[in-house]
């Protein structure tokens, strides 16, 4: 069955650049969306199709696709972007599939 | 705006049943296909079944097919989750959520979430 695998956790220090992959099989031929999930709160979408930002996302947030692994980019991070960041992907077979969540620590 | 409400979580015992609705607005509804997500305690998110901005179209996780039932009502903007032979395991939160498109498919994302509703299977 399809599934995507992320890192467990991310720490980043204020100001600087933060990281998350996610790969999966053929990952490269599907759209990647991210989702970040603060707590008591419900997740938020933040790129959708591999690299675009809905409205009301500040820019410092990107995505990129390179091969099977894709990558949430967080620029110029902020203590407020602390939270836990999902990526998803549709599969013909097993439909909505989530990777198994980063937590990022802004240290 | 969009709003979703989610309602008709509680406590229930193993092998009993629960019904989920989440009432839609700010959006027009029948054009959208929605889903139930859900998060255990602890743990990361699970999505659970979708369906078709039409309602002709269903989708399920393995883990409740046979068990749950999607379905709407495009005239009261309102979802649903039949939810039958509950087990500990589907102890979490049910967030109810629009898709970006009409169809699930390839080009589908999850772009509003409503507050979550917990259901909670314990004898």
């Known amino acids: 069955s399809f599934e995507l695998t992320q890192p467990p956790s991310v720490s980043v220090s204020p100001g600087q650049t933060a990281s998350i992959t996610c790969s999966g099989d053929i990952l490269g031929s599907k759209y990647a969306s991210w989702y970040r999930l603060k707590p008591r709160q419900s997740p938020v979408l933040v790129i959708y199709q591999d690299t675009k930002r809905p409205s009301g996302i500040p820019e410092r947030f990107s995505g990129s696709i390179s091969g099977n692994t894709a990558t949430l980019t967080i620029s110029g991070t902020q203590a407020m972007d602390e939270a836990d960041y999902y990526c998803q992907a549709w599969d013909s077979s097993t439909a909505v599939v989530f990777g198994g969540g980063t937590k990022v620590t802004v240290l | 705006e969009v709003q979703l409400v989610a309602s008709g979580g509680g406590l229930v015992k193993p092998g009993g049943y629960l019904r989920l609705s989440c009432a839609a607005s700010g959006f027009t509804f029948s054009s959208y296909a929605m889903s139930w997500v859900r998060q255990a305690p602890g743990k990361g998110l699970k999505w659970v079944s979708g369906?078709?901005?039409?309602?002709?179209?269903?989708y399920y996780a393995d883990s409740v097919k046979g068990r749950f039932t999607i379905s709407r009502d495009n005239s009261k903007n309102t979802l649903f989750l039949q939810m039958n032979s509950l087990r500990a395991e589907d102890t979490a939160v049910y967030y109810c959520?629009?898709?970006?498109?009409?169809?699930?498919?390839?080009?589908?994302?999850?772009?509003?979430w409503g507050q979550g509703t917990l259901v909670t299977v314990s004898s």
């Open positions: 959520v629009k898709v970006g498109t009409i169809q699930l498919g390839e080009l589908s994302f999850f772009d509003y």
């Open positions: 369906i078709s901005g039409s309602g002709g179209t269903t």
